[in-house]
């Protein structure tokens, strides 16, 4: 099982979303993130799609989505640039300098801080946000919140 990252330009019509994960949900392949965005000044969105699967039945599941009326472009490559966005909620407490510390050397900030509660947000690779949570789980944030991965041809 390999992962892929698929994205897909496609008309912004009712259905469009169902009809992409039912490709994967007949073959019985989960998607690991979906992430869905309206294109600026047009009638089209983007998706990028985050899965796992063989070779052989995610190169399938790419030609039907060709094969798709509203799927305008299929982009499956190597060369995919990719971020992720991680929301993560501490108890304002003692530990909150060492928190913080480790949080602004992945690059991260403070998006909302009040009496009881800070968070952060902090965005990267999907590697290096799961580097990071695995670093922070000593911690015990009250919450996490992944936004799945979005992507961009180089």
Do not use: W
């Amino acid at each position: 099982m390999q992962k892929r990252i698929i994205c897909v330009s496609v008309i912004n019509e009712h259905s469009v979303l169902a009809r992409i994960s039912g490709l994967f949900a007949g073959r019985g392949y989960n998607i690991d993130s979906l992430t869905v965005a309206p294109l600026p000044n047009s009638n089209l969105s983007y998706i990028t799609i985050s899965t796992r699967g063989d070779e052989k039945v995610l190169e399938q599941i790419i030609k039907q989505l060709h094969k798709l009326i509203p799927v305008l472009n299929v982009i499956e490559s190597s060369e995919i640039v990719t971020q992720e966005i991680v929301l993560l909620k501490f108890e304002n407490n003692e530990k909150i300098g060492n928190i913080s510390a480790l949080i602004a050397a992945a690059g991260g900030k403070i998006v909302s801080f009040g009496e009881k509660n800070i968070i952060f947000s902090v965005s990267g690779e999907s590697a290096r946000i799961k580097d990071l949570i695995k670093s922070l789980v000593n911690f015990a944030p009250k919450e996490i919140v992944r936004s799945g991965v979005v992507a961009m041809e180089r």
